[in-house]
């Protein structure tokens, strides 16, 4: 069956720098986009960052950002590894949420998610 694993979450000082990780499993990595998404107390799930599947980042396509995370976020895939990675700098306390791996498709897939906290 189709698992999104993440990790890589923690406390972290405003203006630092985490990388999160999302294991995958049970489906063709390379043939789907894969996005991260996050959601704060109180607030919306919110569309973080989406790349592209394979065959479309060969022929040019870009990655999607947030405008609230563009460049300070970047968005990665490793496909012999089929895991997708979301690194972000710059952290600020506005960042702090649950982060969710998501993969859409047919069906929709969601990880556990995991938690940023970004603090002094």
């Known amino acids: 069956q189709v698992q999104l694993v993440e990790s890589g979450g923690g406390l972290v000082q405003p203006g630092g720098s985490l990388r999160l990780s999302c294991a995958t499993s049970?489906?063709?990595?390379?043939?789907?986009?894969m996005s991260w998404y996050r959601q704060a107390p109180g607030k919306e799930r919110e569309l973080v960052a989406t790349?592209?599947?394979?065959?479309?980042?060969?022929?040019?396509?870009?990655?999607y950002y947030a405008d609230s995370v563009k460049g300070r976020f970047t968005i990665s895939r490793d496909n012999a590894k089929n895991t997708v990675y979301l690194q972000m700098n710059s952290l600020k306390p506005e960042d702090t949420a649950v982060y969710y791996c998501?993969?859409?498709?047919?069906?929709?897939?969601w990880g556990q998610g995991t938690q940023v906290t970004v603090s002094s």
């Open positions: 998501f993969r859409g498709g047919v069906q929709d897939y």
């Open positions: 049970g489906f063709i990595f390379s043939n789907y986009a």
């Open positions: 790349i592209l599947r394979a065959t479309i980042l060969r022929t040019g396509g870009n990655p």
